[in-house]
């Protein structure tokens, strides 16, 4: 008498317990809806569905229905629950779970045909608890070897619920042994409480469910940030560089000669000698891949500087810190060399370039006009000694 009391304020308390899973995980899966939501809405609802049939059996539906079809459709719903769990588990380790709906077909005719060759509470309860066991302990092991994704909680809940349901098989396996009777003493107890601490078990899955969908939607979030970050920054060096040449352009110049200015930097104002020339002949296919040699070489020779930059057209500018006026000449002399050669199809190249140191007490755009100007007085030199020569 006292194990049916506890037995049925047990099944009670599971029943009670499911319907608040159950609503609880269906309330939750319209706030974060998802596939992984999706099956574990499904695995909570089935699982009701089992002990409804649970109560179905306390109300008579076995003088109505065969107690095997009754037994063959608790099997049913809970393998139902125990393949939903898993699958949803997968989806969130990003390894979807194939054959879903033929999968599931499967699950529910088996569990079916498995509970029909089934007789007797003994053995139902040692070929379900024992597969609650199998499941739920290889779920444990795939959340606990499965870092980053906050299923701690989750593989914990399904270990103690695999522990509980392997002791309930183990003991029911002792009653067929004893012919389906009693076994006396705290083992009868023991299986007459055991869907309180099953209920228990269930909750501490159910939190890590809900545990392991907050992370995945933070990680989610997380990449979209990143991405959006990273979008932002491609944004900007498009905004501030130029496409053709990779050299920085014209948007931050005045700011980056204010800071510079302050050190008394130069700026160098080149411009390439003969360059619609070399588009009239060849092409502007090819001036652009001058452009872009051009744009190389500083990159080679001025490693160092603060900046570089093409200002327009064929007009590059080098903002330099301070440096020996030997040092500076044999740069530019070293450029001159390495463009003068032809390289890759491409023709010889000549520049002329302008020099001046930035002060504090200047005006960035006359210091811009006055190095434009220096750079037109070396190109007309340089014509002037060509003419000569």
Known sequence: MQALLLWQWSTTVQITSAVMLAVFMLVFRRSAPGPVLDLWAGAWLANLGALMITVAYWFGAHQLLSATLITSVYIACKSLF??????????????PWRWREGG?????????LFGLLLDGIPKVGVAQASLIALALGYGSWRCLRSAGLALGWLGCGMALRALL????????????????????????????????????AEWL???????AIMRQSQLRLEHSHSELFAANRRLQQLAQHDPLTGLANRVDLAASLQRARSQRARLLFFDLDGFKQINDRLGHDVGDDCLRRFADALRQHFADAERRVRYAGDEFLVIDW??????????????????????SGLPAMEFSVGVRELSGDDDIEATLRQTDAAMYAQKRERRQVAARG
Request: charged share 15%; with cysteine; hydrophobic share 55%.
């Open 205 to 211: 899955i159910l939190l890590g469910c809900v545990l």
């Open 322 to 343: 301070p440096r020996p006026e030997t040092e500076l000449k044999d740069r530019l002399d070293a450029m001159r060399a390495q463009l003068a050669q032809p390289a």
């Open 165 to 200: 349901a392997a002791a309930e098989a183990a003991i029911y396996a002792a009653q067929v042994d004893n012919d389906g009777q009693p076994l006396g003493g705290w083992l009868d107890l023991f299986l007459a409480a055991h869907s309180s601490f099953d209920t228990g």
């Open 104 to 112: 599931m077909l499967a699950v529910v005719l088996s569990a079916l």
């Open 82 to 95: 125990l393949y939903l769990l898993l699958a949803g588990l997968q989806q969130l380790l990003g390894q």
